[in-house]
C-alpha cells in the first residue's frame, strides 16, 4: 500500500481518525464523570459537566462500611500498587532474573487481593472483582498451555488429520454461545460442579480453545522448523527444543493469543449468568445496576464500568509492545 502524498487527502485521512477516535473516547468519558457525580447531578436534564466530583460511588460500590483510618489504609494501598507495577516496569532493567521479579510482583499482589478483606470491610462487588481474576488467570493459563501445543503440533504436521482438525475447530468456534450451555450445565449437576470457577473455566477454555489453536499456529508457521531441527541435533528431544527455542521466540505471539482470550474470559456475560448463581464476575455484577428503577444505580453502574475497566486498561498498557510486535509478525494472517 503506497504512502498518500496528496496533502488534501492525508487532512481527509487524519480528520477521519480524530473523529473515529473521539467518537470512541466520548462514552467512556462520559461514563467517568457519571461516576463522580452525586444523584442530582447525574439525573439532571441538561448534562452537567461541571461539578463538585465525590468518591461516594466507588465508596458504596467496593466498601460496606468505611474504616475509621481510611485515609491511610488508601494511601497504603496505592504506594504499594504503584511499587508492584513500577518493578514490572523496570525489570529487565535490574540486575535481576525476569523470572523472580515477576514472581515477586505476581505474589505480591495475590497478597494484598487476600489482605485487604482481612483489615477492611469490603462490599460484594469484591468479591465479584476476586471471581474475575481467577476465572479469566484460570481461562489464559489452560487455553495458552493447551493451545500452545495443539498450535505446535499442527503447524509442523501437514497431513489430513491436521486438516481435519483445524476445521472441527473452526466449526466449534463458530458455534453459538448458547450451544455450550446445555452440555456443560448437565456435567456441572452431574458432578456437582454448577455455581463454581472449575465449572465457568472449562466452558470458556471450550470456548475460546479453537481461537487459541488458529492464532498460536499462525504464529508457529512464521517460524522455520531448522530451528528445533538444530537444537534435536544436539542432543535436545522435541519437548525440549519447543521449551528452549521455539518458545523464547514465540513470546509476542503467546502474549497477544493470551490478551484476546483474556478479554473473551474477562468479558464473558452469558456463560457466566447461566452457570453461576452466586459467584458471579464484573459483567453480570455490572448487569444489576442498569436495569433497576431506583435513580442510585445510575451512578454505581458508571462507578462499577470504570472500576472494571480500570485492569483491562492497565494490563493493555504494560504489554502493548509485545502485542504490537504480535499482531505485525502474522498473527492474523490466515
Known sequence: MEKIKNPIGRFFIHLSLILFAIYS????????????????D??????????????DNYTDLWLREIPENGATIAYFLLLTVVLLISLLLVAKHLPIRDGYIYSFVFVGFVTLLWGIPQFIEVAKFYDYFINTL???????????SIGA???????????????????AALGFRALPRLAFVLPYYWIGSALNLLDTHLLVILTLVAVNQPFTIWMLRSFFMEIPGELEEAAMVDGCN????????????MWPGIISTGLFSLLLA?????????????????????SRFTGGEDPRHL????????????????????????????????????
Open 238 to 249: 522435541r519437548l525440549t527444543a519447543f521449551t528452549k527455542v521455539i518458545m523464547p521466540i
Open 42 to 55: 447525574a439525573n439532571s436534564r441538561t448534562p452537567k459537566f461541571i461539578f463538585t466530583p465525590t468518591w
Open 299 to 334: 451512578t454505581l453502574a458508571a462507578a462499577s464500568a470504570i472500576s472494571a475497566t480500570i485492569p483491562i486498561m492497565l494490563v493493555i498498557l504494560f504489554f502493548q509492545k509485545n502485542l504490537v510486535k504480535g499482531l505485525t509478525a502474522g498473527a492474523v494472517k490466515g
Open 266 to 286: 474477562y468479558n464473558e456475560f452469558l456463560l457466566v449468568r447461566l452457570l453461576t448463581q452466586t459467584n458471579w464476575t464484573l459483567p453480570v455484577a455490572i
Open 134 to 144: 481467577i476465572i479469566t488467570v484460570g481461562t489464559v493459563t489452560v487455553s495458552l
Open 149 to 167: 501445543l495443539a498450535g505446535y503440533g499442527l503447524a509442523r504436521y501437514a497431513g489430513m488429520a491436521s486438516v481435519i482438525v483445524l476445521i
Open 25 to 40: 473516547i466520548v462514552p467512556f468519558m462520559w461514563t467517568l464523570l457519571q461516576s463522580f457525580k452525586n444523584l442530582k
